[in-house]
């Protein structure tokens, strides 16, 4: 399957780093081009449970599907949710129930060391992201 042109632009970025340091450094880059959500985004219907910190994600029909928007308060979190986002937005509903998150996780490098807590949120957050798409 071939990936987003974004996902494939991340993908070749984090394989290129030689270790986590330079990892976690463009993680925090990718997580500063994320577009902020308004206050009024910022609300309990957005908020995504079962993650430690604070995330939120907000669907935005596009075209025949829907098209996602994600903040947190952890800058490392919003690192991989600008990376879930570029792997998602633009996939079909049947396309995003059937991501592998762990394996484009492990893909880019990251899977060693997402804690198993930052993992659950992750999959919290796919797990919305899939809740949201049977209902558009």
Known sequence: MSLPPLAQQALDAFTACSGWEQRARLLMQWGEQLKPLTDAERCAANRVEGCESQVWLVADRSGTGLSFRASSDARLLRGLLALLLVRVNGLSAEAVQQLDLPQWFHDLGLSRNLSPSRSNGLNAV???????????
Do not use: E, G, P
Request: aromatic share 0%.
């Open 126 to 136: 796919l797990q919305r992201m899939n809740d949201q798409l049977k209902t558009a």
